[in-house]
């Protein structure tokens, strides 16, 4: 696992590039679980999502020689923009490969923090191969959005802020797609307490709790999904596949229509707008009740890039 006196270290290295989220008690949530829920606001986070904890810590990182190259990544689109913003503060020029189903507010906020883009690829998967050769081939050291380790340990430090404010938790909710936000979060937890971490996929993508389930990283049929941001297959050799094994004691898959319904429950009773993959933790509440009856949970929500207009569409 990732040892806590790293995630230290991160959260000092990267503590005056991002934002220290709100860790709320959710009265509505609560009551409607029968338990006492807490919220890990990772969309009040200054890009819109944790991304750029791991992007931070990643890029402080880089040689001097490595940050003249640049660097190189593939995303859903909340990485690149952590990539992006960080690189305008750093000095370094960002490349970034996106798949073609990244939402279009996605794309503005990488044209605007001023990365160098290229849309290609129905999945996710295709932009990361594609990201990875032109690594191969310019000498750009490639920022995997979760088979990095200093990715992965930035976002940990989401694990420490809600450690130190809320250390007595029966379960701690994360999303998960390529695994690295729940590793990190996971790693300080299994570390600190025996409190029960549990992972989110959408039936539309459950890549990694098919993986962990078949003994090794395979690829499925992929649907559509309004959890974009996890949507999609996982790189050979990720280190996250391991971690998940040691980190999650649970995983639930949740409907598409769980997805919807949080993301419309949370805008209408709780005010907040959430992208589709930071609403699958409340999405797991929602589908699944009496599981968190008489429990104290943490729930990631873990961002709130989504466009506009697919927003308004949703929640008419």
């Not at 931070?56 to 190259?69: F, Y």
Request: charged content about 25%; hydrophobic content about 40%.
């Amino acid at each position: 696992m990732i040892k806590i006196p790293e995630v230290y270290s991160a959260k000092k290295r990267i503590e005056k590039y991002i934002k220290r989220t709100p860790f709320e008690f959710s009265r509505i949530l609560s009551d409607f679980t029968k338990g006492e829920v807490w919220l890990k606001l990772e969309n009040y986070q200054i890009t819109g999502s944790f991304k750029i904890r791991g992007a931070a810590n990643s890029l402080l990182q880089l040689t001097p020689e490595q940050r003249i190259k640049g660097v190189v990544a593939s995303s859903a689109g909340n990485h690149g923009i952590g990539l992006g913003v960080m690189g305008q503060s750093l000095g370094i020029n960002v490349k970034i490969f996106l798949p073609k189903n990244t939402p279009e507010t996605k794309i503005s906020s990488l044209k605007r923090v001023g990365v160098e883009l290229v849309v290609d690829g129905d999945e996710y998967i295709e932009a990361e191969r594609k990201a990875l050769k032109d690594s191969e081939q310019s000498g750009r050291v490639f920022v995997s959005p979760y088979n990095n380790k200093e990715v992965i340990t930035g976002q940990a430090t989401i694990g420490l802020e809600m450690l130190e404010e809320k250390p007595a938790l029966d379960n701690v909710i994360v999303p998960v797609g390529g695994g690295g936000l729940i590793s990190g979060i996971g790693s300080v937890w299994k570390q600190a307490t025996d409190t029960k971490i549990i992972g989110i996929q959408s039936i539309a993508s459950p890549v990694m709790f098919e993986s962990i389930k078949a003994g090794k990283l395979i690829d499925i049929q992929l649907q559509e999904s309004l959890a974009e941001g996890l949507h999609g297959g996982i790189e050979p050799g990720s280190i996250t596949f391991d971690l998940c094994k040691e980190c999650i004691d649970e995983y639930l898959i949740i409907k598409e229509t769980s997805i919807l319904e949080a993301m419309k429950f949370m805008f209408f009773k709780h005010h907040h707008i959430l992208e589709g993959a930071g609403a699958v933790g409340v999405g797991a509440l929602m589908e699944y009740p009496k599981k968190f009856m008489n429990k104290k949970v943490g729930v990631v929500l873990s961002g709130s890039n989504i466009d506009e207009s697919l927003f308004r569409k949703l929640v008419d």
